[in-house]
């Protein structure tokens, strides 16, 4: 009855009158369709892991979305009025940000990747696009700027190029070792009966002799080295408790020495899937290296954890729980510039080194769905090795 009432009412309104409130209603309409589109484009904007951001021509914040305020570890509504300079520092601004922001108010679109230190996620690589508003205008107020971490891809993408590198280096070197180390063979074997048959030669004469046969056994190692790289096949796993091989491998590779061993290896038994020979061969090589940088003498701590990867860590390794051992020597340590190259094959800081031993290291660590990374402290070098801890 009411409603039938009210179509009455409607339907004899004078025309003006009833052409006011139809308008009146149609700009309400529009004004709660407006701010409904609103909150669901804010929603997506702060649910989204990119970090966004609007920035006024004086370099200022005039919005950014949650991911941008965890991201630096403020809330966002207080970036609002600060320049970046304020947030980034002036030698960031100038250096790198300031040349991207002039571009883009000059209209360009603009795309680049760089590393950005931050507080709450330490240095990341990102994927930065910077967007003119209003787009295709001369007259250029803001720019929208939407950054993407890409550090995990990269890293995991870093990791494919290495293994890559090292399968080709394994293919070209597979089909020449074989003729060659049966030729070095020969050769040291002819040596020992030259010096049987020429018992009365000069002293000089036996000592090229002897140069000669120092110079073969080292390329027949180099070759026997290359062979255990390009056969280091699929690892035979086996529980083992990690404490106690590096236990064994400190006393083989350390005897003799006095260098002191510190650490919480032994604290607890830390169980892991592995091949036994195959680790055995890496821990060898990174207390060998250690050794060498520290002329036998000095300190290597040992130290194991166990580590819960989680998808989001700037690790490239399937989530789940791991080893972590980390040794550390207290030797010079290694240059900046070297790390990236240092699992190369035939990459070496020594005078005397074939390039092998840590391209072994990480092949194995790789074949037994671990990580191995170096880096330098204040004083040293430290490996940090990832292995799945055992069920």
């Known amino acids: 009855m009411r409603k039938l009432l009210r179509e009455y009412q409607l339907k004899n309104k004078p025309v003006s009158e009833n052409h006011k409130t139809g308008r009146k209603k149609t700009h309400n309409c529009k004004s709660v369709l407006t701010r409904d589109r609103e909150k669901k484009f804010e929603f997506i904007v702060n649910t ?5 951001s609007l ?23 207080q970036f609002v009025g600060k320049t970046i300079d304020q947030v980034w520092g002036k030698k960031i ?21 760089e590393w950005f230190d931050f507080g709450a996620l330490g240095k990341k690589l990102f994927d930065v696009i910077y967007y003119p508003y209003p787009p295709a205008s001369k007259n250029v107020t803001h720019a929208v700027v939407v950054s993407r971490d890409i550090t995990r891809q990269f890293l995991f993408e870093e990791e494919l190029r290495r293994k890559q590198k090292l399968e080709s280096m394994g293919i070209a070197a597979g089909s020449i070792v074989h003729d060659f180390s049966n030729v070095l063979t020969m050769f040291i074997g002819n040596l020992s009966l030259l ?12 000592e090229i002799l ?36 590096l236990s064994e491998e400190c006393s083989f590779s350390l005897a003799g020495s006095s260098v002191e061993i510190t650490g919480n290896f032994k604290d607890k038994p830390l169980l892991i899937k592995a091949d036994k020979h195959q680790l055995s061969q890496v821990f060898n090589n990174l207390f060998t290296n250690a050794l060498q940088a520290m002329n036998r003498q000095g300190k290597i701590s040992i130290n194991t954890h166990i580590k819960t990867v989680k998808r989001n860590d700037n690790i490239p390794l399937a989530p789940g729980k791991y080893i972590n051992i980390i040794i550390r020597d207290s030797g010079p340590g290694i240059d900046k510039e ?10 070496s800081l020594k005078n005397k080194g074939h390039g092998l031993g840590l391209a072994i290291c990480y092949s194995i660590i790789i074949k037994h769905n671990g990580y191995i990374l170096a880096s330098s402290g204040k004083s ?11 069920d």
């Open 195 to 206: 010096r049987q048959y020429l018992p009365t030669n000069p002293v000089k004469t036996m």
């Open 48 to 52: 989204s892991g990119d970090l966004m």
């Open 210 to 245: 002897g140069r000669m046969e120092e110079i073969a056994a080292r390329t027949s190692e180099t070759i026997q080295n290359m062979l255990k790289f390009i056969k280091s096949g699929k690892p035979e796993l086996t529980v083992l408790n990690i404490a106690d091989l």
């Open 55 to 77: 920035v006024d021509s004086n370099y200022r914040y005039e919005a950014v979305n949650n991911a941008y305020g965890l991201a630096h570890g403020i809330k966002p509504k």
């Open 380 to 390: 040293g070098a430290i490996f940090s090795i990832y292995l799945p801890a055992a």
């Open 93 to 113: 601004f100038r250096s790198i940000i300031k040349p991207y922001f002039d571009q883009c108010f000059r209209g360009q679109e603009v795309h680049y990747q």
């Open 338 to 347: 070297h790390l990236p190259g240092i699992f190369d094959p035939f990459f």
